[in-house]
């Protein structure tokens, strides 16, 4: 059924299928989830498209309009399961529970309806269930707006209710976006129209919701922010900008709508600016793998091979650090610190990272608690975590065993841990620790989950309904001692508890005295049923103890949750303590396992590696029993302490590709405050790093490998500053080979001269060598082969110097390529490396000149161009906006 048909219930449907139609209207693009018992129910269109998507079956249920209603169902115990691929899948789904027991619904008439209602609308953005998400991953859900010509970025994690905002320049969108990799980013419909950040959300990745216009308008944001944050005024979160407070807003609203009023325990956000994290664009981001592989994995990735973290809040901060490598060598600094204190204390690392194993996410557990989806097993996490934190902060602030002028990372961390700061966590995880009972249930209904003692009248409901039987066998024996009569206790549904006996046996029950406490219920063929007062009243209530308890143990459990939320802001801070902790101890591991050390980060032009490594592919050779050769790579953007550019030759499987990654990962390693695999790395602060490595089209797009190379290319020659870092591997192979080495040339003369940025030129084209004597500051590097017996040996050394040859018939023939087809491809090499050289004479060419574009006369603008020029379209309120259509109309061009 689409939208339009579901908007009104017809005259004709049934009062569950209104209600159906009632939650659809109200979200029109999502699957409703409609609740009918132990089943979650679709139907019309919603049951064909999940049918389709989950792989169940398609049945039908009643008539409207004289046609089967088809319906799909998926059953309660499993539905997270289901919700799960139909988010894969890019559906949203309306949750429609029902709000009351069917027992209530009775008490108004037998034809009542049981009241339901839409909980929550489930987005990809919006995953809180931790079946759903990866405890060790983040799921951000992101919005773009542009006010004045200026972009904003914000974010939220509502499973830990981290906010960020990111001020940005309109081309820095895209990177901004590959630095949060959102699941779901909400832009105003009319921001699809603008080139530039259209372009940035294709590459973005996720689902992208266009939001209505008027949902990013500042001071409809504005209002919805104060609601979200329960605050009079946003003067406390800084001086927001129009741009930040308009993508704050598009999130705002986003949360009220899927979250049915529920707020989420968000901190306040946290401002960032291009000035301070290092850019790296989408392209750059997936050839380095720096958290996920080409493959689309974890594994592979720079992440995975640094990651020791032990709690899945650990995990998180360290793939949002590598993320983001800061632009302060102060801020670089601090962290290095902590991992240093670390590493140097292998005992304490070892304590702390013992008393870290067994701690739970409180982050996650805490934000399912305030939606009002968590459990008695979230209160456990907390329990756990807040125990965690006691220890941690024990064994940091013990002089004795502990470290004695902690590092400012870790004493930040630890202050925040501290029990005498925060009383009431204390009193929490004591209250949580003797309530809870040992074996918690997923959800607080399934009730066992307080502990003995906790309430005296909790106690004697369970020990009625748990001792039911023990009680009404001793009532049983007594009656029989009593009456001299062997009367059996029975039950079922429609009597209750009664008393039976044969009906000789029962002949004494309608004699006095007996007869006054044996009341006659009921005469069948052999049986004679009975009661008494004393049964009947203990049948109540048995009947009455478990309802009863569990009223009882979801009473506490909302004191408790209603506690642990009112303390959301400590708890969070509690929780990023531990995380930077983990990471810590992690990092000081790690660096210990690959032997790495400290780098040197200031605010020089230089780029110093000796000895150093390739972190992922030096971890695999490992594993594989074999050596990495570590190489040395000096470049400085000044051209003073060594070249600027460094022109990379050698055979093809030499490792220049590897090479120029390794180079590229130890900038990010560097400056996210890690240590890094070498024996020494100077590195002045990279403010952009661009790589351009590898071969791949795109094709969804339209372009070919050589158009894609080209577009990757253009982008790093107009954005790249002097204080970026470049690595190019094989620009100008996907062409013929005067154009592509024409490329090559004019790209690395335009690097050295124009972006005058440090780079790394990987190329087979062994004409650009000669750039060494014509450009002041460009050496030549080149990795090693030999050829042995016919065959080819690779050295993986980077030396000073050219390569002598490609040797690409060699690999040819290690690749498995026929003899055959080598032997002739020798003969044919032979032949042309015989012939005269090429006619083309590089070294008479000009040195290196930008060339002035023609000049063309440009006609001044008219006043309805400069008039439109001036507008700030963003930033116009509808009247604004008609008054200056008037001014417009009025002028002429």
Request: one cysteine or more; a negative charge; aromatic letters at 4%.
């Amino acid at each position: 059924m689409n939208a339009h048909a579901a908007a009104s219930a017809p005259a004709d449907a049934t009062p569950v299928m209104a209600q159906f139609f009632e939650a659809k209207a109200r979200q029109p693009d999502a699957l409703v989830f409609f609740r009918m018992g132990d089943f979650y129910e679709l139907f019309f269109e919603d049951a064909v498209k999940a049918a389709g998507a989950l792989g169940i079956a398609l049945t039908a249920r009643g008539k409207h309009a004289g046609q089967d209603i088809p319906m799909a169902g998926v059953p309660v115990h499993a539905a997270e399961a289901y919700l799960a691929k139909l988010i894969r899948a890019g559906f949203k789904v309306a949750v429609c529970e029902q709000m009351e027991d069917p027992a209530e619904a009775r008490k108004r008439g037998s034809k009542s309806v049981v009241h339901r209602d839409v909980v929550r609308v489930v987005t990809p953005g919006t995953l809180t269930e931790e079946s759903l998400l990866d405890a060790r991953g983040s799921n951000r859900l992101a919005a773009v707006a542009l006010r004045a010509g200026q972009a904003a970025v914000a974010s939220v994690e509502i499973s830990t209710g981290e906010v960020e905002c990111w001020l940005v320049a309109k081309d820095g969108v895209a990177a901004a976006l590959a630095a949060l990799a959102p699941s779901e980013t909400l832009v105003a419909d009319r921001l699809f129209a603008d080139e530039t950040l259209a372009a940035a959300l294709k590459l973005a990745g996720g689902v992208i919701q266009p939001m209505a216009q008027a949902l990013a308008e500042p001071s409809a944001s504005e209002a919805r922010l104060k609601r979200l944050y329960g605050v009079e005024t946003l003067d406390g979160f800084g001086a927001l900008s129009g741009a930040e407070i308009s993508a704050l807003g598009l999130i705002a609203a986003h949360l009220e709508t899927t979250q049915a009023g529920r707020l989420p325990a968000l901190s306040p956000p946290r401002r960032a600016g291009e000035a301070d994290v290092m850019a790296i664009d989408p392209a750059t981001r997936a050839s380095l793998e720096i958290d996920r592989s080409q493959s689309g994995g974890r594994d592979g990735s720079l992440l995975a091979a640094i990651d020791r973290t032990i709690t899945p809040g650990g995990a998180r901060l360290l793939a949002a650090r590598l993320s983001r490598p800061l632009l302060d060598p102060a801020a670089i600094a601090t962290r290095l610190d902590a991992i240093e204190q670390l590493l140097e204390r292998r005992g304490l690392r070892e304590d702390l990272r013992r008393i870290l194993k067994g701690s739970p996410d409180m982050a996650r557990a805490l934000s399912r608690l305030a939606l009002g989806r968590g459990g008695p097993r979230d209160l456990g996490a907390l329990q756990g975590g807040l125990l965690a934190r006691e220890a941690v902060s024990a064994l940091l602030g013990n002089d004795g065993d502990g470290l004695t002028g902690l590092a400012e990372e870790l004493a930040t961390a630890c202050a925040a841990l501290d029990p005498q700061r925060q009383p009431a966590l204390q009193q929490l995880r004591q209250t949580l620790e003797a309530g809870i009972g040992p074996d918690l249930p997923a959800n607080a209904r399934d009730g066992g989950f307080v502990a003995q003692g906790v309430r005296p009248e909790l106690d004697q409901a369970r020990a009625l309904r748990d001792d039911s039987r023990r009680v009404v066998a001793a009532l049983e024996t007594r009656l029989q001692s009593e009456s001299g009569v062997q009367v059996r206790i029975r039950h079922n549904a429609v009597l209750g508890y009664f008393l039976e006996a044969t009906a000789k046996q029962a002949e004494p029950l309608f004699q006095a005295p007996l007869n006054a406490v044996f009341i006659h219920r009921q005469t069948l063929a052999n049986q004679v049923r009975f009661t008494t007062v004393e049964l009947a009243e203990l049948d109540a209530r048995i009947a009455q103890a478990g309802e009863r308890a569990l009223a009882m143990e979801l009473e506490i459990f909302e004191a408790w949750r209603e506690q642990a939320c009112a303390l959301a802001a400590p708890i969070q801070a509690a929780a990023q303590a531990l995380a930077r902790i983990d990471v810590a101890a992690a990092l000081a591991e790690w660096a210990e396992d690959a032997q790495a050390v400290r780098p040197e980060v200031d605010r020089s032009s230089i780029f110093e590696a000796e000895a150093a490594r390739h972190p992922v592919v030096e971890a695999a050779v490992r594993r594989a029993g074999e050596p990495f050769t570590a190489t040395d790579c000096r470049l400085d953007g000044q051209g003073v302490a060594a070249a600027r550019l460094a022109i990379v030759t050698g055979p093809n499987m030499a490792g220049k590709s590897t090479y120029l990654r390794q180079n590229a990962l130890l900038a990010i390693l560097a400056q996210s405050g890690c240590f890094v695999p070498a024996r020494r790395l100077r590195l002045g602060v990279v403010d952009r790093l661009f790589s351009r490595v590898g071969a791949a089209d795109d094709l969804s797009r339209g372009r070919s490998t050589f158009m894609a190379e080209m577009v990757e290319t253009a982008a790093i020659l107009t954005q790249a500053t002097p204080r970026s870092l470049v690595i190019l591997d094989e620009i100008g192979r996907g062409t013929a080979t005067y154009d592509g080495l024409a490329i090559a040339w004019a790209c690395a003369e335009a690097l050295h001269e124009t972006n005058r940025c440090r780079a790394l030129f990987a190329t087979h084209y062994h004409e650009l060598a000669r750039l060494e004597g014509r450009l002041a500051h460009v050496c030549n590097l080149s990795l090693r082969a030999k050829e042995w017996n016919g065959d080819l040996v690779f050295l993986h050394e980077a030396r000073p110097g050219p390569a002598d040859r490609s040797y690409g018939v060699q690999v040819a023939k290690l690749a498995g390529v026929p003899p055959a087809v080598v032997a002739r491809a020798r003969e044919v090499l032979e032949r042309l490396e015989s012939q005269t050289s090429s006619p083309a004479r590089l070294e008479d060419l000009p040195l290196f000149a930008p060339t002035a574009p023609a000049a063309v006369a440009e006609a001044a603008p008219s006043a309805v161009e400069e008039a439109l020029a001036a507008l700030d379209v963003d930033g116009m309120s509808p009247r604004e906006a008609l008054e200056a259509l008037y001014r417009l109309k009025s002028l002429k061009a």
